[in-house]
């Protein structure tokens, strides 16, 4: 097995810019545009794995405790602003408008894009729910389904999971194992995972099983389905605190850089 963090952190794509938000990058790009870009991508004889992380304000504030994680973050091939508060501090802090592409929009994107070209691997989620969203997708969006395997393993069994994703062939591993553990776990394993696109994409697996609901279309286009969730479902009320706790580390820091 091979820790592959590269030498250098990678560069971002050609036609983005690259902010920092709290120590962690955060790229500029539209959702058409990342479609674009993991295509190009998944599609190359190459196929060199690329990680994918879709930020939230809840990993920005687990990331400022655990060091693996905030690596993981840092050499990541692309990050994109998954929801409203990272629109909202990229706007106070740099002063800047950037687009979202949250994990389901991408998901979702890329399978309709493709169909049966593109080869999946459904890593994450309790068992027999990968299952059950892999045949949802084959029949919604015709895409080919390399692989399934549930979330609930432990760090002894990381190796055989990784191994079994990387002989699948696929192109794209959904990887919804947690905020934190999915991230290091694309890191840490993606030359062994040995796919062209890793993306850590929480609860998409859910949404395609149908055992979580998407969030209702307005909430997202104003990028606030987190409120959504958190109201609905008591299990998210712990999350709440995060969510507070990161509005006052953006104030704090648009304070200290005098904004």
Same mark, same amino acid.
């Given at each position: !097995?091979?820790?592959?963090?590269? @030498? /250098? ?11 920092? *938000?709290?120590? %962690? ?12 870009? %993991?295509?190009?991508w998944m599609f190359t004889q190459s196929r060199a794995p690329h990680t994918v992380v879709t930020l939230n304000p809840e990993l920005i504030v687990q990331s400022r405790s655990h060091p ?23 706007? #106070? ?14 998901? @979702? ?8 070209? *593109? &080869?999946?691997?459904? %890593? ?13 997708? @084959? ?10 395997? /549930? ?30 553990? #999915? ?36 909430? &997202? &286009? !104003? ?18 605190? &995060?969510?507070? #706790? ?14």
């Amino acid at each position: !097995m091979t820790n592959a963090r590269p @030498a /250098h952190p990678p560069a971002p794509p050609a036609d983005s810019a690259r902010l920092e *938000l709290f120590g %962690l990058p955060l790229d500029v790009i539209s959702l058409d545009a990342t479609l674009d870009l %993991l295509g190009g991508w998944m599609f190359t004889q190459s196929r060199a794995p690329h990680t994918v992380v879709t930020l939230n304000p809840e990993l920005i504030v687990q990331s400022r405790s655990h060091p693996e994680f905030a690596n993981a973050v840092q050499v990541a091939d692309l990050v994109t602003a998954d929801g409203v508060g990272i629109v909202y501090a990229a706007r #106070q802090l740099h002063g800047l408008e950037v687009p979202r592409a949250p994990g389901f929009d991408i998901v @979702a994107g890329l399978m309709k894009r493709h169909g049966a070209d *593109l &080869r999946v691997f459904f %890593l994450g989620a309790k068992p027999g729910v990968a299952e059950v969203a892999a045949q949802n997708a @084959a029949r919604d969006y015709g895409i080919t389904v390399a692989g399934v395997h /549930h979330g609930y393993f432990d760090l002894p069994e990381d190796q055989r999971v990784a191994d079994l994703v990387g002989a699948s062939n696929a192109h794209l591993v959904l990887t919804a194992m947690g905020g934190g553990r #999915q991230e290091t776990f694309n890191q840490y394993w993606r030359q062994v995972l040995n796919a062209p696109v890793l993306i850590g994409c929480g609860g998409v697996i859910d949404v395609l099983a149908g055992t979580a609901d998407l969030a209702p279309a307005w909430t &997202r &286009r !104003m990028g606030v389905e987190w409120i959504w969730r958190v109201v609905g479902d008591r299990k998210r009320w712990n999350r709440a605190p &995060r969510l507070a #706790q990161f509005v006052t580390l953006v104030r704090a820091e648009k304070k200290r850089l005098g904004r």
